[in-house]
């Protein structure tokens, strides 16, 4: 018999529900992002911490785990956390305990770890059976007045306990310790910044609260990394990531050039970018090492202790120390970028990405409103405490009748407050006294503290009626961190230093990234591609697949650039190192740049942006354009010369001279002076010879006082003076005249 498939107590499947699954998975969807949202990825704008640090604190808080304190076992903290707060995995809550204490993870540590609590090399922390740890000042800061009704609480996820929404955050924790965290359809990333610079803005807003984005950024230049380094961004992008709440910082390694003597050196990094793992740095940078990709590059050690000291040894003393770290930041970590995107929860309900003036003034009225709730709280405690000290100085006025009514009366409770007109707690008061308070000492000390605390209560009520007075009690408490966190404190002084990025020849830059190395660049009739190792001699041992065979071939070195000029007219450039070894018949063309199919290989040649360049077409058009304008940085390619089928480009040789010869496939020859021919950067060009039918056959520039010379199929040189070459001289776009004797039936000066 099989299985039934109504449910149990089911007899007609009546208690089956169907459900569209659309509106199902939306539904659900939506309830999982916005708790992800909610209460796990994003930071509360006012305490600057997510529900699990929340927690971890407030545990630690119940624990006494405070500075002067001793430290308890982190298994003892995780388990309180997750049996009491966060119903999540272990391993989580102490990975975000681990964090809080790494002081090169976080700016300001809100946990003072004792044991193995991970290092800057990437290695994890010990297990949290062998760790211990506890609050530091920064902690209690943010937990301060905690216990004086300043905050709402709510009741934890199975309703046993409670727990705070948000904690009152005497600290700038957001902005100072930073925070990231991805949600769902949504990120956050915020650096640290320096504490006293933010109390500086902060205090800056109670005074001027219309202050704009330039003048905030004069107090806080940009955030303020704990593991140092020095940002290359200018003031004017900073500012721009602070007025929209993203953006990004470039941040590289701190360095110094250290002389070894004999006119050796070595450079020192001592600061390495924010979140960078020093042992991947080093392997990876390694790694290009072996690759050959940093030829200025000869060793890399890693020499640190407690503090970090990269030593980087140079090829040779000739290297230039500052080309050699802009090959490593252009390559590796030793330049990261840190990204800012300011999405919080404002008022632990919203999430929005918000300008840094607007978290600052998100945070000063969370710390003006724990400022009333914590006045409003004193104020309660201290009505209390007077409405019993009435009660007290009532009974030592009537000391003898109140004692009687105790020993007497049946219900000294009632007579007493029917008697002197006290309330029910000034009756309780008065009935639990001990015998020992009675001394006549005791009302001198009452009437001092009835006086004491009469002041204090007319205080916190022309507090709680002054807006003006709460504001300046706020910056009064933010002016006591400011001077606890100061920059001439250990912990206070700025790490990250800001200074701008040499500025190199990127060619200089692209050079020292490759080995120097000599090779021979070959291209194939059929354009297929290869650089082989070394500088040949001899190209007719060079082997070709069936049907295929030598176009051209030429000298060059690794940091050189090709440049191929195809018959439509375009311009790629190819690094040499981007070519395929020797070994086979390397690539065909159109896997290295996106050639079109009706196209080919016009001329190959290494690039030099000094020269400048003759491009002409079949037909008889051309123009000069410079070299450096015809690099081309895409596979695509720099269409410099515009032909239309069926005529095609057809010549392209390098200006050497003061006047160009030309001659047509009809073996008619033409000389005139180069100036005639416009230099452009692109386009189709002027007529340089006249043709009734073929086109050019070739084009040479030359300078007149040396004549003009070619070479015939046997090798044989011949030239023409300047007074010879008179009858083919003419304006340019004429028909020319029939070569001179000798001149070869290929139609080629050469």
């Known amino acids: 018999m099989g299985k039934s498939v109504i449910p149990p107590g089911s007899d007609d499947g009546n208690q089956i529900e169907t459900v569209d699954l659309k509106s199902a998975l939306e539904e659900r969807y939506l309830s999982y992002a916005l708790s992800t949202i909610m209460h796990r990825a994003l930071p509360d704008v006012r305490d600057g911490l997510k529900p699990v640090h929340r927690r971890i604190m407030h545990a630690m808080r119940l624990l006494r785990l405070n500075p002067d304190q001793s430290f308890a076992k982190c298994a003892r903290i995780v388990g309180d956390v997750m049996g009491k707060f966060h119903p999540h995995g272990d391993q989580a ?89 991805i ?100 392997e990876k940078t390694a790694e290009l090492l072996l690759a050959k990709k940093l030829p200025l590059l000869d060793d890399i050690r890693d020499e640190s202790a ?78 209390r405490r007077l409405e019993i000290l009435g009660g007290y100085l009532v009974a030592y006025l009537n000391i003898d009748e109140v004692i009687r009514i105790i020993r007497e009366e049946d219900e000294p409770k009632q007579v007493l407050m029917q008697t002197y007109d006290l309330t029910d707690n000034q009756a309780e008061a008065i009935l639990n006294m001990r015998l020992r308070s009675l001394r006549k000492l005791e009302e001198f000390e009452i009437r001092k503290e009835f006086d004491a605390l009469s002041a204090e209560k007319a205080e ?26 100061g920059p001439d404190t250990d912990i206070g002084r700025r790490r990250t230093s800001f200074g701008e990025a040499p500025t ?75 070519l395929p070894g020797g070994r086979g018949h390397g690539e065909p063309v159109r896997i290295v740049v996106d050639m079109e199919n009706d196209q080919d290989i016009l001329k190959a040649f290494i690039h030099d942006p000094e020269r400048k360049l003759l491009l002409a077409s079949h037909s008889g058009n051309g123009f000069v354009v410079p070299e450096r304008e015809v690099a081309a940085n895409t596979r695509k390619g720099r269409q410099v010369m515009n032909v239309k089928a069926p005529d095609e480009a057809s010549c392209c040789i390098a200006v050497d001279g003061d006047h160009v010869a030309v001659v047509g496939k009809n073996r008619k020859l033409l000389v005139f002076p180069l100036s005639e021919v416009p230099e452009l950067n692109r386009g189709k060009g002027v007529r340089l010879q006249k043709y009734k039918d073929g086109g050019i056959s070739d084009i040479k520039t030359f300078a007149m006082a040396d004549g003009l010379s070619w070479e015939d199929s046997a090798g044989r040189t011949f030239a023409k003076g300047a007074g010879e070459l008179s009858e083919w001289q003419g304006a340019r776009a004429a028909a020319g005249r029939m070569v001179p004797k000798g001149f070869p039936r290929s139609g080629k000066f050469s």
Request: aromatic share 8%.
């Open 93 to 181: 809550i102490y990975d975000a305990l681990v964090r809080l204490s790494q002081d090169f993870a976080v700016r300001y540590p809100l946990v003072d770890g004792q044991g193995n609590f991970g290092n800057i090399d990437g290695d994890n922390a010990a297990a949290m059976r062998y760790t211990e740890a506890r609050m530091t000042d920064v902690a209690t800061l943010l937990l301060e007045g905690i216990t004086e009704d300043a905050v709402d609480f709510r009741p934890t996820y199975n309703d046993e306990d409670e727990e705070p929404a948000v904690l009152p955050g005497a600290f700038p924790n957001l902005l100072a310790n930073g925070s990231s965290g």
């Open 183 to 282: 949600a769902v359809g949504m990120a956050t990333s915020i650096p640290p910044h320096n504490a006293a610079e933010l109390c500086d803005a902060a205090l800056h807003l109670i005074k001027y609260p219309a202050a704009g984005i330039d003048k905030l950024v004069q107090m806080i230049p940009g955030p303020d990394f704990p593991t140092g380094g020095i940002i290359v961004d200018d003031k004017a992008s900073i500012t721009e990531t602070y007025r929209t709440g993203r953006g990004a910082f470039r941040v590289r390694a701190r360095w110094e050039k250290e002389d070894l003597g004999r006119g050796t050196w070595a450079v020192v990094v001592t600061e390495i970018p924010y979140q960078v793992q020093k042992a991947r740095l080093i």
């Open 306 to 383: 407690e503090d970090i000291r990269v030593v980087l040894v140079p090829k040779s003393r000739s290297v230039d120390p500052e080309l050699l770290m802009e090959s490593l930041f252009k390559l590796t970590e030793f330049e990261s970028r840190i990204s800012l995107n300011m999405n919080v929860l404002s008022r632990g309900r919203v999430p929005n990405v918000l300008p840094i003036g607007d978290v600052l003034k998100q945070w000063l009225e969370h710390r003006k409103e724990v400022l009333v709730r914590r006045s409003k709280h004193r104020l309660s405690a201290i009505e």
């Open 460 to 485: 916190i009520e022309i507090l709680l009626g002054s807006e003006e007075l709460q504001w300046k009690t706020v910056a009064w408490q933010i002016a006591e961190v400011r001077k606890n966190y």
């Open 504 to 578: 190199h020849d990127l060619a200089d830059i692209h050079h020292a990234m490759i080995e120097r190395e000599p090779v021979t660049v070959v291209v194939s009739e059929k354009g297929w591609l290869r650089a082989m190792k070394g500088h040949l001699a001899d190209f007719s041992s060079l082997a070709f697949k069936e049907g295929d065979s030598l176009k051209t071939a030429f000298h060059a070195v690794t940091t050189d650039k090709i440049l191929l000029f195809t018959t439509g007219g375009k311009f790629y450039t190819i690094g040499v190192e981007r």
